[in-house]
Nanobody, 125 residues
């Protein structure tokens, strides 16, 4: 069992940078981690994912080259670095986790077992 708490979301201007954090509780941090987002009136969208070892990363085409996912296992925290933000990046961003023992598709939201409460990112023109 793990609990996830996101932080770092706020109102920024187009072109700005932002770092989201997702802190995990629990005895271990042996989880694959992902970030998803949901804009008003839209379906949940995959953003980025990172294997538990950190060896594999995945990005949505819409954020590739602008966003970077990373993790600090000692701190049980995963980060999403967002650069060159655009108004279309406005959404609630959710952190998600799934046990590293499972065979999953990390770009698929329903393969994750644990979710945070979300953090709002708003990008203005």
């Amino acid at each position: 069992q793990v609990q996830l708490v996101e932080s770092g979301g706020r109102l920024v201007q187009a072109g700005d940078s932002l770092r989201l954090s997702c802190a995990a509780s629990g005895r271990t941090f042996s989880y694959h981690m992902g970030w998803f987002r949901q804009a008003p009136g839209k379906e949940q969208e995959f953003v980025a994912a990172l294997s538990w070892s950190g060896d594999y990363t995945y990005y949505a085409d819409s954020v590739k080259g602008r966003f970077t996912i990373s993790r600090d296992n000692a701190k049980k925290t995963v980060y999403l670095y967002m650069n060159s933000l655009k108004p279309e990046d406005t959404a609630v961003y959710y952190c998600a986790a799934v046990s590293s023992s499972k065979i999953v598709v990390l770009t698929t939201w329903d393969h994750y077992d644990y979710w945070g409460q979300g953090t709002q990112v708003t990008v203005s023109l």
